[in-house]
């Protein structure tokens, strides 16, 4: 199966060329960006050495989807997908920071609370919570976005605003905007009998100084699922939920001794391993679209999405 794990094209009216760990944006004119979502995996902030086949069709046919049952509630950056692989949008000025919102502690939360901490991001937790139980209510925790391969680091609120990294009008925008799109996807999630965990969103703002969500929303990449059926009783029991997301892949990288720490050596991923996180991947989009999933043709993935995109912006001239 082949998969595409980087890009360097050349589009008419081309301005520049940003890698991020999963996607490589194309700035095109002043008022457009060419998102392409590459099969490249990314864990504890390390890109891994393998593509995952059909990862970022998948992920961008979701991110898409979700977008669209969004909009109502939250503007966002997407005009059109021209290719599976492919959103097209308005450029826009992102803020600096991821806004991580939590209903439950799981991931990185449960790993911060078992260690002993009871603040996080400027929230206190509760004492005597259990992993994988609800918060009395969602709790928002950001990260600050990292550049240069550097770690996503938690940031409270006060020091966002004390920074001045967004100010507090606009922090206000988009803290609504994150409670707004979370209550929205828990709601999609639990009519496909799932329970949204957790997940993140980034925003940005167009050059009419709009607010917008960019970037994804509700993908696996970006959020974790509980399977609804059984939760209740596998919290009463202590035992591990059955989740829809990629925690499986940084559970396989901690069991191996792995988790982006210097020194740590990236454990081999074996094409049935490969295999296996891609078939968990369309497991995923099966689920939490409801439908079967397509895969497109990767004969030549770099010559398609060349092709579709290319056509795409001379319909625009």
Partial sequence: MNSITSTDFS???????????????????????????????SAFDVILPKGIPFKGQILNQIASECMEQTKDIVPNWLLATPDPNVSVGMRCT????????????????????????RTLCGVTLPEGLQENAPFPSPIITPSTKAENGLHDEDISRENILKRGIVSEEDYAVIEKY?????????QLALQR???LVDTKYEFGKTKEGTI?????????????????????ERLKRGEPQKQLSKEFVRQWLIENGFQGRPGEKIPEMTPA???????????????????????????????????NVSEYLRSLL
């Avoid at 008419?12 to 998102?35: A, T």
């Avoid at 994150?178 to 828990?186: A, H, V």
């Fill in 11 to 41: 589009f008419e009216n081309q301005k520049s060329l940003y890698k991020g760990k999963v996607r490589d944006v194309y700035s095109i004119g002043e008022d457009l960006l060419v998102m392409i979502t590459t099969d490249r995996l």
């Fill in 94 to 117: 992102p803020f600096k920071v991821e806004m991580v919102i939590r209903g439950y502690l799981a991931g990185h939360a449960a790993r911060e609370y078992q260690a002993g901490k």
């Fill in 178 to 186: 994150t409670y707004d799109l979370f209550k929205r996807g828990s």
């Fill in 193 to 195: 009998g799932l329970i």
């Fill in 212 to 232: 917008v969500l960019i970037d994804e929303a509700h993908t696996p990449d970006s959020s974790r699922y509980f399977y609804a059926d059984g939760y209740e």
């Fill in 273 to 307: 391993h490969v295999a296996s996180i891609s078939e968990r991947y369309i497991e995923l989009y099966e689920h939490l679209l409801g439908k079967k999933f397509i895969k497109s043709d990767t004969t030549n993935i770099q010559e398609r999405i060349y092709k």
